[in-house]
T-cell receptor, first 112, second 117 residues
Framework: QKEVEQDPGPLSVPEGAIVSLNCTYS??????FMWYRQYSRKGPELLMY????GNKEDGRFTAQVDKSSKYISLFIRDSQPSDSATYLC????????????FGTGTQLKVEL | GAVVSQHPSRVICKSGTSVKIECRSL??????MFWYRQFPKQSLMLMAT?????????EQGVEKDKFLINHASLTLSTLTVTSAHPEDSSFYIC?????????????FGPGTRLTVL
């Protein structure tokens, strides 16, 4: 079993839809949770950064962390074609040497 | 925001040659840089952690003599793929940690696509 599980997709939605992306993990030591967006042939770009459980909102993006269920989510409201990319979840913990453990990424396509 | 650059963005080389990839933090000092490899439709796999002024720490299964890492300054780390072979063809991405902005945030470079013929 992988430490971080993420559905690879592809996920296709119409423009304006609400997108829900999720990751589950097995290591209860993880404390810091991140979502990255990666366009084709580019490096990942940090979207959201959350510490421990709770919600965090930034514009059209909302990140949720449920440590009791070992489950994290990223919601994208009013999705746009420019949101089409691969979304990677990543996580780490204090004392983990700052090493990030990544999910495999979910490929999202927002269609006109 | 924190910007990380990589050079070159793409390189094609013959089997048996060595290739050097540079990673630079442009607007901050990075005491720690990380090197990842990403195969098509797969996630990023950490290869090594590079600390300025000290030897890199390699992940299990990564050959340190094949992937030479040098972190000579607070803004530059290099990865040299020695005696490259076709199976080394991949997307290599570096990231840098910016301490003042957050304990665990890493900022990624745009990646270098290596093709070994």
């Amino acid at each position: 079993q992988k430490e971080v599980e993420q559905d690879p997709g592809p996920l296709s939605v119409p423009e304006g839809a609400i997108v829900s992306l999720n990751c589950t993990y097995s290591n209860s030591a993880f404390q810091y949770f991140m979502w990255y967006r990666q366009y084709s042939r580019k490096g990942p770009e940090l979207l959201m950064y959350t510490y421990s459980s709770g919600n965090k909102e930034d514009g059209r993006f909302t990140a949720q962390v449920d440590k009791s269920s070992k489950y994290i989510s990223l919601f994208i409201r009013d999705s746009q074609p420019s949101d089409s990319a691969t979304y990677l979840c990543a996580m780490t913990f204090t004392g983990g040497g700052n090493k990030l453990t990544f999910g495999t990424g979910t490929q999202l396509k927002v269609e006109l | 925001g924190a910007v990380v650059s990589q050079h070159p963005s793409r390189v094609i080389c013959k089997s048996g040659t060595s290739v050097k990839i540079e990673c630079r933090s442009l607007d901050f000092q990075a005491t720690t840089m990380f090197w990842y490899r990403q195969f098509p439709k797969q996630s990023l796999m950490l290869m090594a952690t590079s600390n300025e002024g000290s030897k890199a720490t390699y992940e299990q299964g990564v050959e340190k003599d094949k992937f030479l890492i040098n972190h000579a300054s607070l803004t530059l780390s290099t990865l040299t793929v020695t005696s490259a072979h076709p199976e080394d063809s991949s997307f290599y991405i570096c990231s840098a940690r910016d301490n003042p902005r957050g304990y665990n945030e890493q900022f990624f470079g745009p990646g270098t696509r290596l093709t070994v013929l």
